[in-house]
C-alpha cells in the first residue's frame, strides 16, 4: 500500500475485555515495529518484527500483551482482559530493513483505544 | 532499562526565535534518529545521525551528534508557526541495535 495502514482508528471497550489491533506496513517493508503513546507522552517501545519473528518481546507491559506477524506482512497486536490503563494510541511502524541500514521509519496513523 | 531524556520538555517562544532541543543518554549510542510530531498526527522522520561529532543541515534545522555519542541536538533557527510540534529523538545502543528507543520529547509552540 501507499502507506502503513492500522485499523481500527479508534476502539472503545469496556475493561476485561479483548481488543486486536491490525498494522499492515508497506509493501516490501521487512522490519515492523509497535509503539504505545499516552496522552502527551513519549513513545514506548512494545515489539519489533524483523519478517515473522520477533527477537525482542521484552517492551511488552505484561504477558496480556501478543503481537504476531504472518506472511511477513499484516501484524496483529492482541491486549487480552483490557484495563483502563491500556487505554494509549497504538502506533505501528515499517521500514524496508532493520532501521540502522535504512534509517526512515514510517508510521501509521495509530489506533486510539479507550478502556472504560 | 535504556532511556532517553530530552530537555526541556516544553518550550514556547516567539516566532522568529531560536529553539535547541537537547537528547541525552547514559550509555554510547549506535545511532540516532530525529523525528516531529505535528498536534494529532503522527511521527514523521527528519533525520538520522551516524558518526561521532556529525553535523547536518536542513534548511533551518540543524542537527547535531556528540563526540562521545552519547547526545545530540536539534537547533531550529528564526522559528515559523509551522515548526508546531513535539520533536523525539530516536536511538538504540550497540548492545541492543534492533531496540529503537524514543525520547521522552520536546513540545515547542511557537506564538505569532
Known amino acids: 500500500g501507499a502507506g502503513v495502514s492500522q485499523s481500527p482508528s479508534n476502539k472503545v471497550t469496556e475493561k476485561g475485555k479483548d481488543v486486536e489491533l491490525r498494522c499492515d506496513p508497506i509493501?516490501?517493508?521487512?522490519?515492523l515495529y509497535w509503539y504505545r503513546q499516552s496522552l502527551g507522552q513519549g513513545l514506548e517501545f512494545l515489539i519489533y518484527f524483523q519478517g515473522n519473528s520477533a527477537p525482542d518481546k521484552s517492551g511488552l507491559p505484561s504477558d496480556r500483551f501478543s503481537a504476531e506477524r504472518t506472511g511477513g506482512s499484516v501484524s496483529t497486536l492482541t491486549i487480552q482482559r483490557t484495563q483502563q490503563e491500556d487505554s494509549a494510541v497504538y502506533l505501528c511502524?515499517?521500514?524496508?530493513?532493520?532501521?540502522?541500514?535504512?534509517?526512515?521509519?514510517?508510521f501509521g496513523e495509530g489506533s486510539r483505544l479507550t478502556v472504560l | 532499562g535504556q532511556q532517553v531524556m530530552q530537555i526541556p520538555q516544553y518550550q514556547h517562544v516567539q516566532e522568529g526565535e531560536d529553539f535547541t532541543t537537547y537528547c541525552n543518554s547514559s550509555t554510547t549510542l549506535s545511532n540516532i534518529q530525529w523525528y516531529k510530531q505535528r498536534p494529532g498526527g503522527h511521527p514523521v522522520f527528519l533525520i538520522q545521525l551516524v558518526k561521532s561529532g556529525e553535523v547536518k543541515k536542513q534548511k533551518r534545522l540543524t542537527f547535531q551528534f556528540g563526540e562521545a555519542k552519547k547526545n545530540s541536538s536539534l537547533h531550529i533557527t528564526a522559528t515559523q508557526t509551522t515548526d508546531v510540534g513535539t520533536y523525539f529523538c530516536?536511538?538504540?545502543?550497540?548492545?541492543?541495535?534492533?531496540?529503537?528507543?524514543f525520547g521522552t520529547g520536546t513540545r515547542l509552540q511557537v506564538f505569532p
Open positions: 509493501s516490501g517493508h521487512t522490519a
Open positions: 511502524a515499517s521500514s524496508l530493513d532493520v532501521w540502522m541500514n535504512t534509517g526512515e521509519l514510517f
Open positions: 530516536a536511538a538504540a545502543t550497540y548492545y541492543n541495535t534492533d531496540k529503537l528507543i
